[in-house]
C-alpha cells in the first residue's frame, strides 16, 4: 500500500509556472506507475499526465501537450507536474495516483485503472 500527498498548488497569474510534486511512503515506489488528473468544479475528474514505474514512458492529455511535464525521482519517492504556460482554464484541483505496475514500462491513462489517489491540490489561474 502507498500514501500519496500532493504539494505545489497555489495561485499564479496566466502564463505563469508551477511544480507540482507528490510523494510517496513505502519502500516501493518504483514499483508503481503514477498518474496525474484534474478536477474542475462542476467537471468530471479529467487525465493529465501519466508516467511509467521505470520513468521511460510518458504521456499527456492533448490539452496539456507542450505545456505540462511529468517525471519522477524514484530515489525521493517523489513524481513530479511541471506547468508551464498555465491558462485559465487549467484551474481545478490536482490529484496524483498510483497504481502497482508488472511490467515496468506500463502507464495507466484511465482513473479506474489506480487503486490509490492523494487528497489534492488546488492550481487557480488567474486570467
Known amino acids: 500500500q502507498v500514501q500519496l500527498v500532493e504539494s505545489g498548488g497555489g495561485l499564479v497569474q496566466a502564463g505563469g509556472s508551477l511544480r507540482l510534486s507528490c510523494a510517496a511512503s513505502?519502500?516501493?515506489?518504483?514499483?508503481?506507475?503514477m498518474g496525474w488528473f484534474r478536477q474542475a468544479p462542476g467537471k468530471e475528474r479529467e487525465f493529465v499526465g501519466a508516467?511509467?514505474?521505470?520513468?521511460?514512458?510518458?504521456s499527456s492529455a492533448n490539452s496539456v501537450k507542450g505545456r505540462f511535464t511529468i517525471s519522477r525521482d524514484n530515489a525521493a519517492n517523489t513524481v513530479y507536474l511541471q506547468m508551464n504556460t498555465l491558462k485559465p482554464e487549467d484551474t481545478a484541483a490536482y490529484y496524483c495516483?498510483?497504481?502497482?505496475?508488472?511490467?515496468?514500462?506500463?502507464?495507466?491513462?484511465?482513473?479506474?485503472?489506480?487503486?490509490?489517489w492523494g487528497q489534492g491540490t488546488q492550481v487557480t489561474v488567474s486570467s
Open positions: 513505502g519502500r516501493t515506489f518504483s514499483s508503481y506507475a
Open positions: 495516483a498510483a497504481q502497482v505496475s508488472g511490467w515496468r514500462g506500463t502507464i495507466y491513462l484511465k482513473s479506474n485503472e489506480y487503486s490509490y
Open positions: 508516467i511509467s514505474a521505470s520513468g521511460r514512458t510518458t
